[in-house]
């Protein structure tokens, strides 16, 4: 799925590391690692509470870019 | 025009399942595979007899194998401190990987266990005392380990929820998991319901032919074949409650 972020960005900002960083909104570590990694991408729920931690909009930490084969 | 297509296929389908079918009962036969048919009641006679000797090599191939996974996970300092772990830390990687082999090795040896125990049971055993302490014994082990790795992992993540010897502990720890999580446990539930439902012909066949072949007889048909109506509705039972919530 072509949703990119820069939650990693956002979380050094913070100084937080990924264990914190889910315990605040209330998923695992690996959960965190995961959309880090582009590998899952967040319900509109977790997506919103990570914004609100990182103090950015949703825009700000999640970028969606079309596959040239869907549009 | 394609519902005609569609009932032509399934025919065809049906048609060259029959042929196969055919052709190797055919060809079993005229290998005199036959002579073979008490092959079924030997093995089983095998398997009884050598069954603590079985037990004991379960527990070398997979109860030992989980301790050594366990331990090393343990060994494995998770990070949790100080480092905000802006590159991956392979440490949790490799956590991970250890706890999921032990838990796998752990489950093995769990139902194996069960299944050497329901063959030990018999008079025909010569180590029948033996056998039946051996499985008590290691049950308890494996259920004791099974216990704790959900209480260091309940320790580690105190979001997970659910009372590891409690018959709703499955339910529990299931609510309490993350969407991701969630998501993995239902995708891995369908992909293994899609195999199984595979595996289950592929084994009733197996059987069905085991019958007219090895006198197996009629047991293992109606309880494969049991096995798989259980499956098929306990999957569109939820299915309904699901949709229901």
């Not at chain 1, 690996?30 to 990570?50: F, H």
């Not at chain 2, 195999?195 to 197996?216: D, P, R, W």
Request: proline share 3%; charged share 20%; net charge neutral.
């Amino acid at each position: 799925m072509p949703l990119n972020n820069s939650l990693k960005m956002y979380r050094a900002k913070l100084g937080i590391n990924q264990a914190e960083m889910g315990r605040l909104v209330g998923v695992s570590r690996q959960t965190i690692s995961l959309i880090e990694r582009g590998d899952y991408s967040p319900s509109v729920t977790l997506a919103i509470k990570l914004a609100r931690i990182c103090e950015a909009t949703v825009e700000d930490i999640f970028i969606y870019e079309e596959n040239e084969d869907e549009k | 025009m394609k519902n005609k297509k569609d009932a032509l296929k399934l025919l065809l389908i049906m048609l060259v399942g029959g042929i196969v079918g055919a052709t190797s009962s055919t060809v079993l036969h005229a290998l005199e595979i036959d002579r073979l048919s008490d092959l079924g009641p030997r093995l089983m006679e095998h398997l009884v007899v050598h069954s603590l000797w079985y037990q004991i090599g379960a527990v070398v191939i997979f109860f030992v194998p989980t301790l050594l996974w366990l331990y090393k996970a343990k060994k494995i300092s998770v990070d949790d401190s100080e480092d905000i772990d802006l590159e991956e830390d392979p440490n949790n990687q490799l956590f991970d990987k250890y706890l999921y082999r032990g838990l796998l090795f752990n489950s093995v040896y769990f139902v194996i266990g069960f299944i050497l125990f329901g063959l030990s049971a018999d008079i025909r055993n010569p180590f029948f005392w033996s056998s039946i302490v051996v499985f008590l014994v290691f049950m308890f082990l494996s259920s004791y380990i099974e216990v704790k790795v959900v209480r260091s992992m309940q320790k580690a993540d105190p979001m997970k929820k659910g009372e590891p010897t409690s018959m709703k502990f499955n339910k529990d720890f299931l609510e309490s998991c993350d969407e991701a999580e969630k998501l993995q446990i239902y995708k891995s539930g369908y992909q293994s319901y899609a195999f199984t439902q595979t595996a289950i012909m592929i084994i009733f066949i197996i059987m069905f032919v085991s019958k007219l072949h090895f006198e197996l007889g009629n047991l293992p048909i109606l309880l494969v074949g049991g096995i798989w109506l259980l499956q098929l509705l306990s999957y569109f039972y939820y299915a309904a409650k699901n949709e229901k919530n």
